[in-house]
């Protein structure tokens, strides 16, 4: 049945995103429970020229598992078979907690595409990260294994190379391939020209999708038989209500039954090549408003993919595009603006402050002590977003440094 349109306020609109959050105004849902009940699960998409089809939609776990089996097994239920992890989330907790999933649910193993990653940057530590997490998630091999954040093409080097087939022959891989949420663009077009990458998990969304660079990236990819998912496909976080075209945008999603999140991952799903989405869903609440988005056969308009791109002209300072060797080119000394960049996202845009403080951290106290320090005027000149970058780089050493 569809939505019934409504006419929304100013003041009504504010109202009900100041009670539930304005992205976790969760419309669609109901509807789920009726698709449900008549066994209807999310589609599937061929994962580049590997074989495998994967669901559109993946259960990103960076959070701590725990024994969430409920919502496992409720997202296999709903057709959500493509899981990811890495060796690093929650301190491993989230790749033991998938671990005791299977442990309690055997069965269940061979219905999961299953990812986890490694950032050892060597080949001894990717050999001693996989056999951890091997151990830890309770199974025999992975179905796809990243490399974990990589920035540049230059990373997937010959011994990487080897050390993917030799795992691959040995069982505890079948697929390999890396992650990257900084030069994305390079790191694809790098990968394209490679024989030996099967997949790539990548930011992406409404304010990247669009640029003549990311299409070209995504389509030598895709020519290249290579799988893509899609992750941070928020673009930083929910809608404000800062602007008339903010409020437009959100009010029109509302309008037509589903949130500016739901509405950022229809954005995405409308473009054949991407495979899959990967989100965070720590909770059944973020796994249904996401099921139900799937499941949804509605699409964006141009004139919602117009106002979208409106939005992200307007807000572009506000939102760090990932083209970190651009401004780390432009400062005298090590400044891993980028990642500041995330951990502040991470903070601001998604609320957890948890997370941020963990990631931020992982930055050596001596680069964060330089930080303080360096110049970062021409970076600032520089950047394609117009990034107050020293503004930034100040508030992530208050907030998050500990």
């Not at 709903?78 to 055997?106: L, Q």
């Not at 190379?161 to 069982?171: L, T, V």
């Not at 360096?374 to 600032?380: C, I, P, R, V």
Request: aromatic letters at 8%; one cysteine or more; charged letters at 20%.
């Amino acid at each position: 049945m569809p939505v019934k349109k409504q006419h929304w306020s100013r003041r009504k609109f504010l109202k009900t995103a100041g009670i539930a959050g304005l992205g976790s105004v969760v419309a669609p849902v109901t509807g789920l429970v009726n698709t449900s009940e008549a066994n209807e699960t999310i589609a599937t998409r061929p994962f580049g020229k590997t074989g495998q089809q994967v669901s559109i939609l993946s259960l990103g776990g960076m959070f701590d598992i725990g024994s969430s089996h409920l919502m496992l097994k409720q997202a296999i239920n709903w057709g959500v078979t493509y899981w990811d992890t890495a060796h690093s989330y929650g301190g491993g907790r989230s790749e033991e907690g998938f671990g005791k999933y299977f442990a309690k649910y055997p069965q269940d193993r061979q219905k999961i595409f299953l990812v986890t990653k490694s950032a050892a940057w060597s080949i001894k530590g990717m050999t001693s990260e996989l056999d951890e997490s091997l151990e830890r998630l309770q199974t025999d091999y992975v179905d796809l294994f990243f490399v974990h954040a990589i920035s540049s093409i230059s990373e997937m080097d010959k011994d990487i190379r080897a050390w993917a087939e030799k795992a691959k022959a040995a069982g505890k891989i079948r697929l390999f391939g890396f992650s990257t949420h900084s030069n994305m663009e390079g790191c694809l077009r790098g990968a394209a020209k490679l024989d030996w990458i099967d997949g790539i998990m990548m930011t992406y969304n409404y304010r990247l999708m669009h640029t003549t660079d990311m299409q070209r990236a995504v389509d030598a990819c895709v020519k290249a038989g290579i799988g893509m998912t899609a992750m941070k496909t928020q673009g930083g976080g929910q809608v404000r209500t800062n602007s008339e075209t903010e409020l437009k945008l959100a009010g029109r999603f509302l309008e037509k039954g589903f949130t500016d999140a739901q509405a950022k991952l229809k954005a995405v799903w409308q473009n054949p090549q991407i495979s899959s989405i990967c989100s965070q869903m720590p909770n059944m609440t973020i796994l249904m408003a996401n099921v139900a988005a799937a499941l949804d056969k509605n699409q964006l308009s141009g004139r919602d993919n117009d106002l979208m791109q409106r939005y992200a002209a307007e807000t572009r300072p506000a939102y760090c595009a990932g083209c970190t060797q651009i401004c780390q080119s432009q400062v005298d000394g090590e400044a891993p603006i980028g990642d500041v960049m995330r951990c502040l996202m991470y903070a601001n845009s998604y609320d957890d402050h948890t997370l941020a403080v963990e990631e931020f951290n992982k930055i050596p106290p001596s680069v964060q002590l330089r930080l303080t320090h360096l110049d970062f005027s021409k970076a600032e000149r520089q950047c394609p977003q117009g990034l107050p970058i020293a503004r930034l780089i100040q508030e992530a050493i208050k907030k998050l440094a500990t």
